[in-house]
């Protein structure tokens, strides 16, 4: 079993940056991909960014250019740097791991891809 911690989250203005860490425990070893998805009130869970062992990332459309996805495998920690905060962006942001190799990118988007969830933590962007 793994289990996923998540810091970070917070209080921002717009146009702020946070930094979201996850860090992993247990059968790490096993963790080929680790990801972000985001929850906001009334909508489905998305797709944020995700990253592979080797460092490969992919990042949802909404979030390019202004979050970045990193991870340290000595620590068995991902992060998530988000700049230019927007309104928009207030959601729970959820860390997740996926067992899965071999897949192309898209796979990754979805929800039912990943293995493994934290417990969220809370990101809220206002004036």
């Known amino acids: 079993q793994v289990q996923l911690v998540e810091s970070g989250g917070g209080l921002v203005q717009p146009g702020g940056s946070l930094r979201l860490s996850c860090a992993a425990s247990?059968?790490?070893?096993?963790?080929?991909?680790m990801g972000w998805f985001r929850q906001a009130p009334e909508k489905e869970r998305e797709f944020v960014a995700a990253?592979?062992?080797?460092?490969?990332?992919y990042h949802a459309d909404s979030v390019k250019g202004r979050f970045t996805i990193s991870r340290d495998n000595a620590k068995n920690t991902v992060y998530l740097q988000m700049n230019n905060l927007k309104p928009e962006d207030t959601a729970t942001y959820y860390c997740?791991?996926?067992?899965?190799?071999?897949?192309?990118?898209?796979?990754?988007?979805?929800?039912?891809?990943?293995?493994?969830w934290g417990q969220g933590t809370q990101v809220v962007v206002s004036s």
């Open positions: 247990g059968r790490t070893f096993m963790l080929p991909f």
């Open positions: 990253i592979s062992w080797n460092g490969g990332t």
């Open positions: 997740t791991a996926s067992n899965r190799r071999g897949y192309s990118s898209t796979y990754y988007f979805q929800r039912t891809s990943w293995d493994y």
